[in-house]
């Protein structure tokens, strides 16, 4: 926000040297009205121009607050030497219990912005400017539709350099060329087929059914017999509509009872091979058995032979 005030006596009074005064460190968030009073009335006269640039104040502690500043132009070095002597260091309490001191000092930039604004020569004067007379007297004419001139006759003569007229002469030859190859190409083959008088063999076989000479098929039951490849799935697709479809369920009855016939095996002779394994052990144990006592037997007789002979 800039502020600039300025008056009629103060302009007139405005000499060539110019005593700029700047003002920092102000409160953030004060404005002019608030700010004059503090001047003191001793020094107000004296300013013959102001500009007041407002701070801000952001809210937390991530970026800082900007201070506001103030621009004053004095009539004399005195009066600005006196202001900046008796205003440097004044404390001002903002609203918020803050306090502030001003920093007063001659601002490095002493250029003012002009207060007249100077008048054009040139305001109101176009309706006397040729270039405008000239434009409104095109604007009143009838403007006729003056097509471009035809390129075929504006063109101008193509240039050729050597290396234009090299490029065309091998440029031709590869055309003589290749039209030479397909001439002797043509030739050569129209002399072999004006050789061939004989017409196609046609085949001997056809289709009893429909007729045709291709993808032929013999009849494995009828030697001599010919079908194509259609015939043939067209007669299976006929056998197999035509065929009696057996019930679903007749066919599970019949495989659940050859499951009951097929357990049934299993467990008779699982069993018998069980029965005979038995047999087989008990016999075994039973000639152990016997073996043992047996030689049991032999061995006391030994025993009680030795014994009466050493006796």
Same mark, same amino acid.
């Given at each position: 926000?800039?502020?600039?005030?300025?008056?009629?006596?103060?302009?007139?009074?405005?000499?060539?040297?110019?005593?700029?005064?700047?003002?920092?460190?102000?409160?953030?968030?004060?404005?002019?009205?608030?700010?004059?009073?503090?001047?003191?009335?001793?020094?107000?006269?004296?300013?013959?121009?102001?500009?007041?640039?407002?701070?801000?104040?952001?809210?937390?502690?991530?970026?800082?607050?900007?201070?506001?500043? =103030?621009?004053?132009?004095?009539?004399?070095?005195?009066?600005?030497? +006196?202001?900046?002597?008796?205003?440097?260091?004044?404390?001002?309490?903002?609203?918020?219990?803050?306090?502030?001191?001003?920093? +007063?000092?001659?601002?490095?930039?002493?250029?003012?912005?002009?207060?007249?604004?100077?008048?054009?020569?040139?305001?109101?004067?176009?309706?006397?400017?040729?270039?405008?007379?000239?434009?409104?007297?095109?604007?009143?004419?009838?403007?006729? /539709?003056?097509?471009?001139?035809?390129?075929?006759?504006?063109?101008?003569?193509?240039?050729?350099?050597?290396?234009?007229?090299?490029?065309?002469?091998? +440029?031709?030859?590869?055309?003589?060329?290749?039209?030479?190859?397909?001439?002797?190409?043509?030739?050569?083959?129209?002399? /072999?087929?004006?050789?061939?008088?004989?017409?196609?063999?046609?085949?001997?076989?056809? =289709?009893? $059914?429909?007729?045709?000479?291709?993808?032929?098929?013999?009849?494995?039951?009828?030697?001599?017999?010919?079908? =194509?490849?259609? =015939?043939?799935?067209?007669? $299976?697709?006929?056998?197999?509509?035509?065929?009696? %479809?057996?019930?679903?369920?007749?066919?599970?009855?019949?495989?659940? $009872?050859?499951?009951?016939? *097929?357990?049934? $095996?299993?467990?008779?002779?699982?069993?018998?091979?069980?029965?005979?394994?038995?047999?087989?052990?008990?016999?075994?144990?039973?000639?152990?058995?016997?073996?043992?006592?047996?030689?049991?037997? %032999?061995?006391? *007789?030994?025993?009680?032979?030795?014994?009466?002979?050493?006796?």
């Amino acid at each position: 926000m800039v502020q600039s005030i300025d008056t009629a006596d103060s302009v007139a009074k405005m000499a060539k040297e110019v005593f700029k005064v700047v003002v920092r460190l102000l409160p953030p968030e004060i404005t002019m009205e608030q700010l004059e009073p503090t001047f003191g009335e001793a020094h107000l006269p004296a300013m013959m121009w102001k500009s007041f640039q407002a701070g801000k104040r952001y809210k937390g502690e991530s970026k800082p607050s900007r201070n506001s500043r =103030c621009y004053m132009q004095f009539e004399s070095l005195e009066e600005a030497e +006196a202001f900046v002597k008796d205003y440097h260091g004044h404390s001002i309490v903002d609203g918020q219990g803050e306090t502030f001191r001003a920093v +007063a000092c001659f601002a490095p930039y002493q250029k003012v912005p002009r207060l007249k604004s100077q008048k054009d020569p040139r305001d109101g004067t176009i309706e006397d400017d040729a270039t405008y007379k000239e434009f409104v007297e095109d604007l009143s004419k009838k403007k006729v /539709y003056v097509g471009p001139d035809d390129p075929r006759k504006t063109r101008e003569k193509e240039t050729t350099t050597p290396l234009i007229e090299h490029i065309r002469q091998k +440029a031709k030859e590869r055309k003589e060329r290749s039209e030479r190859r397909i001439k002797d190409r043509n030739q050569k083959w129209k002399g /072999y087929m004006d050789g061939i008088t004989e017409e196609p063999k046609k085949s001997k076989f056809k =289709c009893s $059914e429909c007729g045709t000479a291709r993808s032929l098929e013999e009849d494995p039951d009828n030697r001599g017999t010919f079908y =194509c490849t259609p =015939c043939w799935e067209s007669f $299976e697709t006929e056998s197999w509509e035509a065929a009696p %479809k057996k019930s679903k369920k007749k066919k599970k009855d019949k495989d659940k $009872e050859e499951y009951y016939e *097929e357990s049934w $095996e299993e467990e008779t002779t699982s069993k018998k091979k069980k029965k005979k394994k038995g047999k087989d052990e008990d016999e075994w144990w039973e000639g152990y058995a016997e073996d043992d006592s047996e030689a049991r037997r %032999k061995k006391e *007789e030994e025993r009680q032979g030795s014994r009466r002979v050493g006796s």
